[in-house]
């Protein structure tokens, strides 16, 4: 029987377009019954602790409390974290660095000593139920020697879980939508070429073999940014009226996450596994960002955990399009906003709380609350790209230390960077660190934005749209 219903699967999923989707979703149907469920549809929250101004664990997990989620992930295994864990009914995921896989994977000694200090001094008492083996390994300088070692560090790590009689805590690693050559039709989604058989075709088998979950962080609001224009934003927010039709299959999607799950479905049917059951390790929306990141605002964050939540939380699960009805464990992404987190302005403005606890906007993780229920929130601004001219200049409060160091990162790398700050020059005059500082980060950042560049410099730099220079001196910008 299963080989006849991974015929008939392979069969609608490469058929031509004539095919309707009523078939196609009457054999997914089929399908949801091969594919258990052992946790509640109540939605997790990340909990991650890259930044200076947060609170303690102890209070942290008090918060997590009371805005009533169901599961925390870590993206370690701390101790204090875990022992105040076992005093709760939360549901734990926690997290084996990136780091330490290359370690685990070449000997079973190492991967009993993590299970050992990790897991057996706070199991059963906190309620782990997951392992990570890695966060977005795909991203990380060395992933060629991480990706060959995460399989054999899972792996080791159950074989230690089994032998102390453990088998209720599931094993797994978060990937990221990088892992898809291709997602867009869902239906023509593959994985990358370089990892699809190194990796995927291992882990995947793993997976399959443990009856684990494929784990992938999800963030439509990077999608739908990129071309903000291509899409609307209704559609990544769960709101509106407007539908993609998969051309192939014929599946009618209404949002932006489902066509990214039904991505990860599609690809990982093409190498022979379609019954794999999908969590989303991260998903989220900024509340905040730079000057060009569209659309980073409290109200769409608001608007799309909300709506989020809501549909996770439902009662029969929706599921997707793929894989109607079936519930899909997720974890909003983040409890707080973390200050120390580098790249563009959104990685620091994920958060739902202040530290102090309070909200950055209102929220109900049951899903019970009605959506009308919820105070009105200000009207956003930068809905629409923004055109004009960007300058980046030192944050304020930033210490004449910080601001040397800023200015020696600056002034480096090129040496037409800072030519205008030479001793006679038009922008030599005043002589401060300061507006030296101010000339430099804004020089360097419109010299090499085009690599990626950000206007950061380790949290010292802010952009703005007020020209920081004068007549004399013209600081450069970039044109948005």
Known sequence: MSLLVFSLFTILVFSSSCCSATRFQHQHRYMQKKITLDLPSKIGINYGRRGNNLPSPYQSINFIKSIKAGHVKLYDADP???????????????????????SLSTNQTTAEDWVQTNIIPYYPQTHIRFVLVGNEILSVEERRNITANVVPAMRKIVTSLRAHGIHNIKVGTALDMDSLRSSFPPSNSTFREDIAEPLMLPLLKFLNGTNSYFFINLQPYFRWSRNPMNTSLEYALFQGNSTYTDPQTGLVYRNLLDQMLDSVIFAMTKLGYPHIRVAISETGWPNSGDIDETGANVLNAATYNRNLIKKMTAIPPIGTPARPGLAIPTFVFSLFDE?????????????????????????DFTGEKPLTGFNPLPKPTNNVPYKGIVWCVPVVGAS??????????????????????????????????????????????AEFRTENVRCYFNGLARMTTVNPGNDRCKFPGVTL
């Open 80 to 102: 204090e974290s875990l022992t105040l864990l076992s005093q709760t009914n939360l549901y734990v995921t926690i997290t084996v660095p990136n780091h330490l896989i290359t």
């Open 339 to 363: 200050d120390q987190k580098s790249g563009s302005g959104t990685q620091r403005h994920y958060g739902i709380l202040h530290p102090d606890g309070t909200p950055i906007y209102d929220i």
């Open 400 to 445: 004449e230390a910080q601001l040397e160091e800023a200015l020696r990162m600056a002034c480096g790398r090129s040496n037409t960077t800072c030519a205008a700050l030479a001793p006679g020059r038009e922008c030599y005059e005043p002589v401060s660190v300061y507006w030296h500082a101010s000339y430099a980060v804004s020089s360097y950042w």
